[in-house]
């Protein structure tokens, strides 16, 4: 748990990374969501753990005679990941528009990095992570594979 401040439109505010955990919580995309932005050492970035609701993507495996008359190859699997990465995409972009509204803070970003994929596309992991300061995409999106990669690896497997 971090408490972060930044100055909105209206003043200074401080957030609980406890209370955006909540909120995050009660939205129906995910199954799982956990503050771990006490692993990082970044100021006013926080950092949530986050599992994919399993209902968001539906994968059945084709039958027998499914896969005679069509080939089933690596393409269509990478188009699974990409509408998937494209659905948590839209999911962040949603959550930072809200929050931009609700804190009245412009320069709040949000970006996701996937860590985790099972065969089936229900178990879907990833990494979220929200700046409330003036930073650049790219070190953002650098900053969240880091930790991604991290979760992957299980070193912060203390966290969860």
């Known amino acids: 748990m971090v408490d972060i401040t930044f ?27 956990k ?3 006490d ?5 006013n970035i926080m950092v949530f753990d986050c599992k ?14 499914f ?8 393409d269509y699997f990478q188009v699974m990941f990409e509408d998937i990465k494209e659905y948590i995409k839209d999911v962040c972009d949603h959550i930072e ?12 970003r949000v970006h996701s990095e996937i860590y985790n994929l099972d065969e089936t596309f229900t178990e879907v992991s990833f990494v979220m992570s929200i700046s409330f300061k003036d930073i650049k ?23 969860n």
Not at 53 to 61: H, L, N, Q, T, V
Not at 140 to 159: H, I, N, P
């Open 7 to 33: 100055v909105n439109k209206a003043g200074e505010m401080t957030l609980n990374s406890s209370k955006i955990e909540d909120i995050l919580k009660m939205m129906a995309d995910f199954e799982y969501v």
């Open 35 to 37: 503050d771990i932005t």
């Open 39 to 43: 692993s990082i050492k970044q100021n």
């Open 67 to 74: 896969y005679d008359d069509i080939e089933v190859d690596e």
């Open 97 to 108: 528009d809200d929050f931009r509204e609700e804190y009245k803070y412009d320069s709040i």
């Open 137 to 159: 995409r790219l070190e953002l999106m650098d900053l969240t594979k880091l930790v991604a990669k991290r979760q992957l690896e299980g070193s912060s497997k203390y966290f």
């Open 52 to 65: 994919l609701d399993k209902s968001a993507f539906k994968y059945e495996e084709p039958d027998g005679e």
